[in-house]
T-cell receptor
Framework: DAKTTQPTSMDCAEGRAANLPCNHS???????VYWYRQIHSQGPQYIIH???NNETNEMASLIITEDRKSNTLILPHATLRDTAVYYC????????????FGKGTSLLVTP | EPEVTQTPSHQVTQMGQEVILRCVPI?????FYWYRQILGQKVEFLVS????????KSEIFDDQFSVERPDGSNFTLKIRSTKLEDSAMYFC???????????????FGSGTRLTVV
């Protein structure tokens, strides 16, 4: 799996957009980008994924650069409940592959 | 929204005892997983299970561990002769599909906190 690099921590004011970057310069053509988050020792929660096109769902938007070497997860209006560790994971499209969680980005949303 | 259910939420066991952690994956999911997270550390993959057999396992998943899907709904993780270092949060996860589709995320349970004393 391609290695990902994320900042250790970030702060964001409540109501503002939170932009979480992730670098994956060694990503290969069949690898998807996934984002998960973990709120205080709960089970990880799926947020969004994409291959090369930008994606949006009810939780977030995913912006993938044209060269696919980096992406940004955007939480458009962060709330206190979005405080969590966010994991960017790259994995092949083949099903069954395990998710390899790194250390992620600890996002603190402040009032 | 469908959930992955794990029981118990917290289990305390004595070193050397066997424990069984239970999970009920989402009913139409095909792939099942166990992960663990030692306090303050990252989430670690243990094992994946598909079509009634292990499809992948990590170095952590040694002979002390086993998994089973005994009745078509439950998915269990057995730890024989527990050690202090087995103390961790254990997460079960399931995924709907295989066959090259990457269009579905994993759904994780809320975990079982195992404490070995």
């Amino acid at each position: 799996d391609a290695k990902t690099t994320q900042p250790t921590s970030m702060d964001c004011a409540e109501g503002r957009a939170a932009n979480l970057p992730c670098n994956h310069s060694t990503i290969s053509g069949n690898e998807y980008v996934y984002w998960y988050r973990q709120i205080h020792s709960q089970g990880p929660q799926y947020i969004i994924h994409g291959l090369k096109n930008n994606e949006t769902n009810e939780m977030a938007s995913l912006i993938i650069t044209e060269d696919r070497k980096s992406n940004t997860l955007i939480l458009p209006h962060a709330t206190l409940r979005d405080t969590a560790v966010y994991y960017c994971i790259v994995r092949p499209s083949n099903s069954g592959y395990a998710l390899n969680f790194g250390k992620g980005t600890s996002l603190l949303v402040t009032p | 929204e469908p959930e992955v259910t794990q029981t118990p939420s917290h289990q305390v066991t004595q070193m050397g005892q066997e424990v069984i952690l239970r999970c009920v994956p989402i009913s139409n999911h095909l792939y099942f997983y166990w992960y663990r997270q030692i306090l303050g550390q990252k989430v670690e993959f243990l094992v994946s299970f598909y079509n009634n057999e292990i499809s992948e396992k990590s170095e952590i998943f040694d002979d002390q561990f086993s998994v089973e899907r005994p009745d078509g709904s439950n998915f269990t993780l057995k730890i024989r002769s527990t050690k202090l270092e087995d103390s961790a949060m254990y997460f079960c996860a399931s995924r709907i599909t295989g066959g090259g589709q990457a269009n579905y995320g994993y759904t994780f349970g809320s975990g079982t906190r195992l404490t070995v004393v």
